[in-house]
């Protein structure tokens, strides 16, 4: 099947590899909320429904500081959908604080972790030039 959006997740490479989970799982949660991005419910042949997911493949690339920012700026000037993790987030408790400190971060270069980008399949091939596909 052949997709024309596609997701995109950077995690930034020298993270542990508890942080580089947990921000892929919030990460991958933040793209998978938009309205049209989820697939239809899974059902096992006992007739048993499941959990809904992601409609596309996602591709989970390791990057440095540099090309998370460069990703995340090429993302706004696209127009892409964007989930952020700044490395902030790491030491609070509840959404709401994720979200203040998000907005204390600058705006032109939050300490990213982790970005995901979901959009057209160029713009999203565009935005991540540079890093490699994750081990």
């Not at 409609?55 to 920012?69: D, K, M």
């Not at 979200?99 to 399949?121: I, N, Q, S, T, Y």
Request: glycine share 8%; no cysteine; hydrophobic share 45%.
């Amino acid at each position: 099947m052949i997709f024309d959006t596609k997701v995109a997740i950077l995690v930034l490479e020298d993270l542990a590899a508890w942080q580089k989970l947990n921000v892929t799982a919030f990460l991958a949660t933040g793209i998978a909320g938009a309205p049209d991005a989820m697939g239809e419910p899974y059902e096992d042949a006992a007739g048993r429904r499941h959990a809904r997911l992601l409609g596309r493949p996602i591709q989970i690339f390791a990057a440095t500081s540099e090309s998370l920012l460069r990703a995340h700026r090429a993302g706004l000037d696209r127009g892409l959908s964007q989930a952020v993790y700044v490395r902030a987030m790491f030491s609070t408790g509840h959404d709401a604080a994720n979200r203040a400190a998000f907005k204390a971060e600058p705006p032109d270069a939050p300490d990213l972790v982790g970005l995901a980008l979901r959009g057209p399949m160029k713009d999203v091939d565009k935005a991540t030039k540079g890093p490699k596909l994750h081990p």
